[in-house]
């Protein structure tokens, strides 16, 4: 029998995700995602535990990560000694196995629902198939897969379990448990197309699972108008957490670290450049036109402030936020956070006073820096890059080996293995003094020269297109939603 001809018309597909509407990289690249089919005419809908009433789609609270029960499940599963009472090992294993396939239920039987009632083809999933954030969630998509071969699966891992500093979190005493996410978490099946976004993701998978996985880097729409913020009343509501309480000026420099606080992102790195940057005051108040692209008088009064715009999944990461806190006012230095101010631009609304749309949070601030210790991709350098930011960054691996090439102008801090460790605030990495003092070298020449400032940034955001530009990247998630779906 031939093989049927591949589809070519707009297949009905469901983007699925454990958040739609947050601010972190991966719920950013659905929505870029989901603009672009959109704009081509693919009937999309959505899937997730916090889509808002006005928006179509499939509400499930069941598939948040961030729920109590979520919370509590995962404290079972891999801290018990924590959470469970001294009971026989066995029974709780046996419990837990009972728990994760009762809770599955009903997940799939919406989700079926939904895709009878919308003709859906394709459901491209992001990381509920790679992480195990929410094993039952993880649990109804593999076996919705099995049983309904003429679907087509994209299974999206912007993060795999076993890699990374977040690794150790997800291991479990329970061996059966164990055998149940190796199972069915990155599953290769033939009615599946598992996408990675990197080239070292791609050697993990098929070293791990023999799985030969598709590289398709994070996309971003170039083209996007810049978000209009009023940036004098951004920086008069943030919140200051650290340092001297007056609000923010137009004459203090704004360092971002636009990722969220997690401890891969070692924002500690950035507290360190900031503490530095501000030694550098006689060199920024002696700057002759300004400093920056708003080209900022620098004055005695002005100050340094490194601004944390996000707050998805601070409540995950609250140990680490506090023993960045506690650095921060070590350091001497003015942290300011805006994350409860901020959301989505899909969530924003034309005219709200009280929030303020992420990507728009770019313009207030002056100079980036992005020191991840380890990221899937880096969604914050892409977004840096598009808003005409220079770059400060650790060169952490994936950047190494895949974006370097692509990002001709940046700052570097050095690359992971030339970090150190504190002594205190539970080993938190440091930087290189040496590789420091070479940085904010540069970092004043850049901020100074303001022909060269808009070259560099200008150069980036047309060499980067090339690999990460949306019109592109879009085509190849079009392929792939066309050979993951079988006709009927």
């Given at each position: 029998?031939?093989?049927?001809?591949?589809?070519?018309?707009?297949?009905?597909?469901?983007?699925?995700?454990?958040?739609?509407?947050?601010?972190?990289?991966?719920?950013?690249?659905?929505?870029?995602?989901?603009?672009?089919?959109?704009?081509?005419?693919?009937?999309?809908?959505?899937?997730?535990?916090?889509?808002?009433?006005?928006?179509?789609?499939?509400?499930?609270?069941?598939?948040?990560?961030?729920?109590?029960?979520?919370?509590?499940?995962?404290?079972?599963?891999?801290?018990?000694?924590?959470?469970?009472?001294?009971?026989?090992?066995?029974?709780?294993?046996?419990?837990?196995?009972?728990?994760?396939?009762?809770?599955?239920?009903?997940?799939?039987?919406?989700?079926?629902?939904?895709?009878?009632?919308?003709?859906?083809?394709?459901?491209?999933?992001?990381n509920l198939m790679s992480l195990p954030y929410n094993l039952p969630a993880t649990l109804a998509f593999y076996e919705l897969a099995l049983a309904r071969p003429e679907l087509g699966f994209v299974l999206q891992h912007h993060d795999l379990?076993?890699?990374?500093?977040?690794?150790?979190?997800?291991?479990?005493?329970?061996?059966?448990?164990?055998?149940?996410?190796?199972?069915?978490?990155?599953?290769?099946?033939?009615?599946?197309?598992?996408?990675?976004?990197?080239?070292?993701?791609?050697?993990?998978?098929?070293?791990?699972?023999?799985?030969?996985?598709?590289?398709?880097?994070?996309?971003?729409?170039?083209?996007?108008?810049?978000?209009?913020?009023?940036?004098?009343?951004?920086?008069?509501?943030?919140?200051?957490?650290?340092?001297?309480?007056?609000?923010?000026?137009?004459?203090?420099?704004?360092?971002?670290?636009?990722?969220?606080?997690?401890?891969?992102?070692?924002?500690?790195?950035?507290?360190?450049?900031?503490?530095?940057?501000?030694?550098?005051?006689?060199?920024?108040?002696?700057?002759?036109?300004?400093?920056?692209?708003?080209?900022?008088?620098?004055?005695?009064?002005?100050?340094?402030?490194?601004?944390?715009?996000?707050?998805?999944?601070?409540?995950?990461?609250?140990?680490?936020?506090?023993?960045?806190?506690?650095?921060?006012?070590?350091?001497?230095?003015?942290?300011?956070?805006?994350?409860?101010?901020?959301?989505?631009?899909?969530?924003?609304?034309?005219?709200?006073?009280?929030?303020?749309?992420?990507?728009?949070?770019?313009?207030?601030?002056?100079?980036?820096?992005?020191?991840?210790?380890?990221?899937?991709?880096?969604?914050?350098?892409?977004?840096?890059?598009?808003?005409?930011?220079?770059?400060?960054?650790?060169?952490?691996?994936?950047?190494?080996?895949?974006?370097?090439?692509?990002?001709?102008?940046?700052?570097?801090?050095?690359?992971?293995?030339?970090?150190?460790?504190?002594?205190?605030?539970?080993?938190?990495?440091?930087?290189?003094?040496?590789?420091?003092?070479?940085?904010?070298?540069?970092?004043?020449?850049?901020?100074?020269?303001?022909?060269?400032?808009?070259?560099?940034?200008?150069?980036?955001?047309?060499?980067?297109?090339?690999?990460?530009?949306?019109?592109?990247?879009?085509?190849?998630?079009?392929?792939?939603?066309?050979?993951?779906?079988?006709?009927?």
């Amino acid at each position: 029998m031939p093989n049927p001809e591949p589809f070519t018309a707009p297949l009905a597909t469901l983007q699925v995700h454990f958040d739609l509407f947050a601010t972190d990289g991966v719920s950013l690249q659905a929505q870029e995602l989901t603009s672009a089919l959109t704009r081509l005419g693919w009937p999309i809908y959505l899937c997730a535990s916090d889509l808002p009433p006005e928006t179509a789609g499939l509400v499930l609270p069941e598939l948040s990560y961030r729920s109590a029960e979520a919370l509590a499940l995962r404290r079972r599963i891999f801290a018990p000694a924590s959470y469970e009472p001294a009971r026989d090992r066995h029974s709780v294993e046996s419990d837990l196995l009972e728990d994760i396939a009762a809770r599955a239920v009903p997940i799939r039987r919406r989700v079926e629902q939904h895709i009878r009632e919308h003709d859906i083809r394709v459901l491209h999933i992001r990381n509920l198939m790679s992480l195990p954030y929410n094993l039952p969630a993880t649990l109804a998509f593999y076996e919705l897969a099995l049983a309904r071969p003429e679907l087509g699966f994209v299974l999206q891992h912007h993060d795999l379990y076993w890699e990374g500093p977040n690794a150790r979190n997800f291991q479990t005493p329970y061996r059966r448990v164990a055998e149940l996410m190796s199972r069915i978490m990155c599953p290769d099946l033939p009615n599946a197309r598992n996408v990675v976004i990197n080239p070292i993701a791609a050697e993990d998978l098929r070293a791990r699972t023999g799985i030969e996985g598709v590289v398709v880097p994070d996309g971003f729409d170039f083209e996007r108008e810049r978000s209009s913020i009023d940036e004098h009343r951004f920086r008069n509501d943030l919140e200051i957490l650290v340092g001297d309480g007056t609000s923010v000026s137009a004459e203090d420099i704004v360092v971002a670290m636009p990722a969220r606080v997690a401890i891969n992102k070692a924002i500690e790195l950035a507290i360190q450049f900031v503490g530095a940057l501000e030694k550098k005051r006689a060199s920024l108040e002696s700057a002759p036109d300004g400093v920056g692209s708003r080209r900022r008088r620098f004055s005695k009064e002005s100050r340094v402030v490194l601004l944390l715009p996000q707050g998805a999944g601070l409540d995950e990461n609250v140990d680490y936020f506090a023993r960045l806190l506690a650095y921060a006012r070590q350091s001497g230095i003015t942290l300011a956070y805006a994350g409860n101010a901020v959301v989505a631009d899909r969530q924003y609304v034309p005219g709200d006073t009280e929030h303020y749309p992420f990507y728009g949070t770019y313009q207030a601030a002056d100079i980036v820096c992005y020191p991840p210790e380890h990221e899937g991709f880096g969604n914050q350098l892409i977004e840096s890059v598009w808003a005409r930011r220079p770059l400060v960054l650790l060169e952490y691996p994936v950047f190494k080996r895949y974006l370097r090439d692509h990002v001709p102008h940046y700052i570097s801090l050095g690359d992971v293995d030339q970090l150190g460790q504190l002594p205190d605030f539970g080993g938190l990495h440091l930087l290189d003094e040496k590789i420091l003092d070479a940085a904010l070298d540069r970092t004043l020449t850049v901020l100074e020269d303001h022909g060269l400032e808009a070259r560099w940034t200008e150069e980036n955001a047309k060499v980067l297109r090339e690999l990460c530009g949306m019109d592109a990247v879009v085509d190849r998630y079009i392929d792939l939603y066309q050979s993951a779906a079988r006709p009927r």
